[in-house]
């Protein structure tokens, strides 16, 4: 004769389990700053602890996956006399990415469209404080300002995330008025 399973185990495991997963399958709908917007994973909360200049900023502190999303003026970081392009950008942000890290690699950047602003994206990892990291990385451009949103796991679980971070980069559109705009913490 077989033991059943006792109610209160299957519980905390169902429990557990949902924690785990964490909605996997629903995506949320970020309106930031009133700049630009996003689809993001329903396992990523909101949080003000990533960036101080980050708009949007999530995270899921128990599967260590995070995501910023900011912005530049391009009048704010350069002058008449020097512009700076969207591959420069590109380098200037891998450039702040592997500064702190240890053991660095990073991708060449792939040049592509989103929702008809140019974009680069890439891939950055190396030690940090003696943890293997992975950075997914899109910047994008458009008449007014530079985008960047850049999500992060460990390495070895960067080949989990990686679908999610390229579904969300790809969901980045710029807002021209949101019904409701949501400003991140």
Avoid at 128 to 144: F, K, R
Avoid at 154 to 161: L, P
Wanted: some cysteine.
């Amino acid at each position: 004769m077989e033991k059943a399973t006792p109610p209160l185990f299957s519980g905390i495991a169902l429990m557990l389990l949902l924690l785990l997963t964490g909605c996997r399958g629903s995506w949320s709908l970020y309106f930031v700053a009133g700049r630009f917007e996003i689809e993001a994973p329903g396992y990523l909360q909101p949080t003000h602890d990533l960036h101080d200049e980050a708009p949007l900023q999530l995270q899921n502190k128990v599967r260590e996956v995070y995501l910023l999303g900011r912005y530049d003026k391009k009048s704010t970081i350069f002058s008449k006399d020097d512009e700076i392009d969207l591959e420069a950008y590109y380098d200037i942000t891998v450039d702040n990415l592997i500064y702190p890290l240890t053991q660095e690699d990073y991708s060449d950047p792939v040049a592509t469209t989103l929702h008809g602003m140019p974009s680069l994206s890439g891939t950055v990892t190396g030690m940090l404080n003696d943890v293997p990291v992975a950075y997914s990385l899109v910047v994008i451009e458009s008449d007014q300002n530079f985008y960047q949103l850049l999500g992060w796991s460990r390495k070895e679980d960067a080949d989990t995330y990686s679908p999610d971070f390229d579904r969300l980069m790809q969901s980045f559109k710029l807002s021209k008025s949101a019904p409701n705009p949501v400003t991140l913490p």
